[in-house]
């Protein structure tokens, strides 16, 4: 079965946030202030169908908007970082060295399920202002770097279109951005949709809930045989280090638990499949990785959220990288950026898309686009 949606469209990104790659010294409270706030409003607010939500974020972060100590340390972020992600995380991490704090308190009965108490704002402010310089390390020292397991649920009919138009063939994975690859391993994912249909593995430790809110393409119920996987990224993750792992957990937001244990469930499993991850600038790594994916495989390039990372001339040149590829074989694509997910199909320097659809950007929901339905070929 072929989705078809008529014209090429690349990846849509969002626009960088300016003060996130200004220099913390000319960053102003003002600014820090509105950029807490749209946080708070665009990305924690329940309210929001394309954010994540969480109620305990969404306060501190107007805690923080209001508090020009506190938005001293947030002005340390590391350049080119998401400023609030990375200071809450930051806090998140020196507070498991505290279990006993009256915040920590707070944040388990935020993890329980439970209602943000009156004094949220103010455990908060003390303790991140007396345990300043360990936070700031963080933020000076660290990245914002997730592997959200969940995306994998928008991802697999990609995958599986791709296998349907291959017979026999299996799928070669290239993952643009891969932090520590946990979403080359997505095979080995067992997957849930509310429209009742399920994939993958019984018996698997991660197991994927999604909601389809219009139903799915019509997919092949097994899964390809995959015969490469190759992840690119600047900084790759090692779960193996304990470190890594504690602070790809402080990433994930506290009401998230289910986040959380499928981080830890992906890990085990990436223990004993971990795929080979590459070091380095994409633009100059992807040729020559281009070259090692076997001929007779179905190639799939594909990224979540990195491509809002990229300059716009960046962005050309990987677009250019991948047509030019295309002169000498079929190349997938599937571009995870801003508020949609996309496979495009590249043959000869042309594109088109055969999948779109609108998804929440954890996985929670996946709504694809109905006009491009068309009847089995």
Known sequence: MRWRL?????????PAEEIEHLAPAVRSDRALAQRFRRFAAEECSEASDEGAGSRTYEILSETMANDPALLGMARRCRVGQPIPNLLFAAVKRTLACFPASELARHYRSAEAGGRQAPKLGRAFTEFALAHRDRIIQYLESRMVQTNEVGRCAYLLPGFLTIAAENPGSALALLDVGASAGLNLNWDEYRYRYSSGDEFGPTD??????????NGLPELPTAFPQVSFRLGIDLAPVNLGDDEEHRWMQAL???EHRGRAALLSAARDVWLRSQPTILQGDTLELLPDALRDVPKD?????????TLNQF???????????LRAESMERVVYHIPSEGERVSLRKIVG?????????????????????TDIRVSPE
């Open 6 to 14: 008529a014209g090429d469209s690349a990846a849509t990104v969002d």
């Open 204 to 213: 698997s430790p991660v197991v994927i809930e999604c909601d389809a809110r």
């Open 297 to 305: 495989a179905a190639l799939c390039v594909f990224h979540c959220h």
């Open 349 to 369: 320097g042309t594109a088109e898309t055969l999948l779109t659809a609108r998804r929440q950007v954890h996985g929670k929901w996946i709504a694809w686009d």
């Open 311 to 321: 300059t716009p001339e960046a962005r050309e040149r990987f677009e250019s990288i």
């Open 252 to 254: 994930v937001w506290p």
